[in-house]
């Protein structure tokens, strides 16, 4: 049972913006920073959003995330047929010692 | 470019043991901390254990402390990951990832899948 909470899904239309919450306590996004992570099914797990906004290189910017205390959030603007996939979010937390994903989202591109 | 390969994957029976490795290239591996990562059937992500760059501090989920052990080899470039006591429930696809900035993971193994059952 994860620490961190997601939907268990989300869907657009292309062009449209999707939002993905995830909610978490004190002991991990309240004092550590958070991750997101992309997923398509039988491929590696791709870095999208750390340190709560940060994009690594490559990523598009219609990638975004925020966080405002136990809570944080990643949008997708101009949804893209190719976005659609599992998204995870994650971060450090200090209780368990220990590093937590959340439930995970299912983005679909309708 | 960075490449992470994983090998040691496969079939075993319940209470066995498999060792699952991950050959590193194209950055400094012995200045990196290191993470193993699962995903069990229609399940979602499950991070499984942490270890720094010299290989003196460990992490683990609480789901595998005391069955399996994270390794690593700095001189060649690789970590490992020895699975003992397996059960069904450990029927996984599992990766090794590289740390990145922020407690995140920048690059990850291509996954190797591990079947728990008699």
């Known amino acids: 049972q994860s620490v961190l909470t997601q939907p268990p899904s989300a869907s657009g239309t292309p062009g449209q913006r999707v939002t993905i919450s995830c909610f978490g306590s004190s002991s991990n996004i309240g004092s550590n920073t958070v991750n997101w992570y992309q997923h398509l099914p039988g491929t590696a797990p791709k870095l999208l959003i750390y340190?709560?906004?940060q994009r690594p290189s490559g990523v598009p910017d219609r990638f975004s995330g925020s966080k405002s205390g136990t809570s944080a959030s990643l949008a997708i603007s101009g949804l893209q047929s190719e976005d659609e996939a599992d998204y995870y979010c994650a971060a450090w937390d200090d209780s368990l010692i220990g590093y937590v994903f959340g439930t995970g989202t299912k983005v679909t591109v309708l | 470019q960075v490449q992470l390969v994983q090998s040691g994957g496969g079939l075993v029976e319940p209470g066995g043991s498999l060792r699952l490795s991950c050959a590193t290239s194209g950055f400094d591996f012995s200045d990196h901390y290191m993470t193993w990562v699962r995903q069990a059937p229609g399940k979602g992500l499950e991070w499984l254990s942490y270890?720094?760059?010299?290989?003196?501090?460990?992490y683990y989920a609480e789901s595998v402390k005391g069955r399996f052990t994270t390794s690593r080899d700095n001189a060649k470039n690789s970590l490992f990951l020895q699975m003992n006591s397996l059960r069904v429930e450990d029927t996984a696809v599992y990766y090794c990832?590289?740390?990145?900035?922020?407690?995140?993971?920048?690059?990850w193994g291509q996954g190797t899948l591990v079947t728990v059952s008699s």
């Open positions: 270890i720094s760059s010299r290989g003196t501090t460990i």
């Open positions: 990832a590289k740390d990145g900035y922020g407690l995140s993971f920048d690059s």
């Open positions: 340190s709560d906004k």
